[in-house]
């Protein structure tokens, strides 16, 4: 399990704060530190070049962080959009099924997608919320499947009522699948390298700086790192979009439940 993981435990408000104090107080205690051992006047006669290094490092670095924040924000409005999508799939084929006209046939039909339900709220959203799959759901959803193939419409209204619910189950299936698989898209571990290659190289050559007043110099060398750890904060925040307290959760599929202990006592109701 990923170190992101773990990140993604904390309060982001407490997350935010530890990562931008942590990355700043590090940046400004090495800046302190240098200052003291390093002689000023090697800095002083090359402050013209390790100026134009440092800002070209900067701009490549700054490049970098902007596009992986791309990514991920791309991710995760896509993500949003599939979990959207796969809701309302879900709940158009809870209607299907509920309002089918033999009762007796969609009984089990109901009885397996209710399970399936369940097992998304209770199993595959907090293994998802791990990074990890869930495959007494997946066994639960192929029930729904063969619960549904045994019906037999007796008339063309039926038929078409059928045809409905296999398309809500084929678009159920599909986004399921593109939710499923969004635990693979994080960020390589094999990327973080050059990103915190990239941090440590870009406040190194802050260092190389030739600021007359050393205050001056810890304070814009902490901003610095703080800057840097807020990119690297919402990267973690939008990579795991199923993790932590700002998850995505199976609303759609709670709602199911919902709508199925109102009409159930509705229909009782009706019956006294």
């Known amino acids: 399990m990923s170190i992101t993981y773990y990140m993604l435990q904390i309060s982001p408000v407490i997350l935010f704060i530890i990562t931008v104090v942590v990355f700043g107080f590090l940046a400004g205690i090495t800046t302190y530190v240098f200052r003291k051992r390093v002689q000023l006047k090697i800095l ?55 309002f089918y006209p033999d009762t007796l046939e969609s009984k089990k039909l109901m009885t397996a997608y209710l399970d399936f339900v369940y097992n998304v709220i209770d199993d595959e959203f907090p293994s ?46 599909t986004y399921r699948g593109l939710r499923n698989s969004s635990l693979e898209t994080e960020i390589p571990p094999p990327i973080w390298l050059p990103i915190i290659l990239g941090a440590l190289i870009t406040v190194f050559c802050a260092l190389l700086l030739d600021v007359e007043h050393v205050r001056l110099h810890v304070s814009l060398n902490t901003m610095l790192g703080a800057f840097i750890a807020m990119f690297l904060f919402i990267i973690v925040l939008l990579d795991h979009p199923y993790t932590g307290s700002l998850s995505i959760k199976p609303k759609s599929y709670q709602k199911i439940f919902t709508l199925e202990q109102q009409l159930n006592h509705s229909i009782s109701n009706t019956t006294k």
């Open 44 to 98: 002083r006669s090359h402050n013209e070049v390790t100026g134009f290094l440092f800002l070209a490092i900067a701009s490549f670095y700054a490049l970098l962080l902007s596009f992986v924040v791309l990514i991920v924000w791309d991710q995760l409005n896509e993500t949003h959009n599939n979990a959207s999508k796969e809701g309302s799939s879900a709940l158009g084929l809870y209607r299907d099924i509920k």
């Open 128 to 173: 998802m919320q791990k990074m990890q799959s869930s495959t007494k759901t997946s066994s639960s959803f192929n029930n729904v499947f063969h619960e549904m193939e045994r019906l037999n419409p007796k008339n063309p209204f039926q038929v078409q009522l059928v045809t409905e619910m296999f398309r809500h189950l084929n678009e159920l299936s």
